[in-house]
C-alpha cells in the first residue's frame, strides 16, 4: 500500500510540473475581423510552407512566401459570424486565426504581421534549414578562405573560378567569383545551375538538366572587375561522365557568357568541410 501510494504521489508531482497540453478553440484563438471588400494581409516573418482555410467561405492566395491575403468570398454573413479557421504553417512555427465577420469596414483587418507570442513551434519534416539558416552559413562561407585553386576557366578576358564548396544539411554550397579583365562592365541577365554531359558527340544530343537554386547570397546584377556570389542547390549525385555547370550570361543581344564546370570529385569533396562550417563562430 505504501508503495502504490509513493507510485500515486510522483505521478501527482510530474502532472503539478509538467502540465498537459491544453487543446484550443476558436474563442481562445486571435480574432482577425473580416470583410468582402477589404483584403487581409498577413505577412509572416519567415517564408510560408502551407496554408489551409477551413471553409470556401474565404479565398486566400499567397502574393510572395511570406504573405497571405484573404477575403470573404460573398457578403450576407451576421456580425461575429466565425466564416473559417485559417492555419499558417512556416518553416519553424505554426499559428490559427478564427477570421470574424464585420458589416462595419473600419473594423475589418487590413495588414496583419504575426507575432512570436502568437505561434508555436514546429518542426517541419520538410525543411532541413530554415531560409535564415541557410543565409548564416552562406555568409560563413563568404568569410571562409579559399580551398580550391585548381578548377576555373577563362573566356572573354574574364577568369571564373571555384572558391569553396560545403555540404550542410540537404544542400551545397556553391561560393565561386569572376574576374574581369577588360574595361566593359558585364550586366547579368540571368545565372544558369545545370548538369550537362562531360562530353558531347555530334551524331547525339546533350541532355541538360537545368538546377534551380535555392539561395543566392548577392543580388547584384553587374560588375566591372570583380564578381563573386554563393549559390546554395539541393545535395545530389550524379555520374561522372556530368558536370556540375554555373553559367553567367549578359544582357545584351550579343552579349558575352561564362561558365564554370565543376567535376563530380570536386562535389565529393565538399562533406570534407562540413564540420568546419558547422563549428565555425
Known amino acids: 500500500m505504501n508503495a502504490r501510494i509513493k507510485i500515486l504521489s ?64 460573398e457578403a450576407g454573413h451576421e456580425d461575429g459570424e466565425v466564416l473559417a479557421i ?12 478564427a477570421l470574424v465577420y464585420t458589416t462595419r469596414l473600419q473594423e475589418a483587418v487590413t495588414d496583419k504581421e504575426i507575432h512570436a507570442v502568437e505561434t508555436t513551434a514546429y518542426h517541419n519534416p520538410a525543411v532541413s534549414l530554415s531560409t535564415e539558416d541557410i543565409y548564416r552559413f552562406a555568409r560563413r562561407v563568404w568569410t571562409s578562405p579559399a580551398r580550391y585553386r585548381n578548377v576555373s576557366c577563362k573566356q572573354h578576358r574574364m577568369t571564373m573560378r571555384l572558391n569553396n564548396i560545403y555540404a550542410v544539411g540537404d544542400y551545397f554550397f556553391i561560393d565561386f567569383s569572376i574576374e ?53 542547390i539541393r545535395k545530389m549525385t550524379f555520374p561522372n561522365d556530368k558536370v556540375l555547370t554555373i553559367e553567367l550570361s549578359e544582357k545584351q543581344i550579343s552579349g558575352r557568357n561564362i561558365s564554370l564546370n565543376i567535376d563530380y570529385e570536386d562535389v565529393l569533396n565538399a562533406d570534407n568541410f562540413n564540420e568546419v562550417l558547422l563549428n565555425e563562430e
Do not use: W
Open 180 to 232: 574581369n579583365r577588360t574595361r566593359i562592365r558585364f550586366d547579368i541577365d540571368e545565372m544558369r545551375v545545370k548538369l550537362a554531359d562531360k562530353k558531347v558527340s555530334k551524331a547525339t544530343n546533350a541532355q541538360v538538366i537545368e538546377l534551380q537554386p535555392e539561395m543566392m547570397l548577392e543580388q547584384g546584377k553587374s560588375f566591372l572587375h570583380g564578381y563573386r556570389n554563393i549559390v546554395v
Open 86 to 97: 485559417v492555419t499558417i504553417v512556416t518553416e519553424r512555427y505554426r499559428t490559427q486565426y
Open 10 to 73: 510522483l505521478v501527482a508531482e510530474v502532472l503539478a510540473v509538467c502540465p498537459l497540453a491544453a487543446q484550443t478553440t476558436y474563442e481562445e484563438m486571435e480574432q482577425l475581423t473580416v470583410n468582402e471588400q477589404v483584403t487581409t494581409v498577413i505577412t509572416a516573418t519567415e517564408p510560408v510552407r502551407f496554408v489551409d482555410i477551413s471553409t470556401d467561405k474565404v479565398a486566400g492566395d499567397q502574393p510572395i512566401n511570406n504573405t497571405t491575403r484573404l477575403k470573404p468570398k
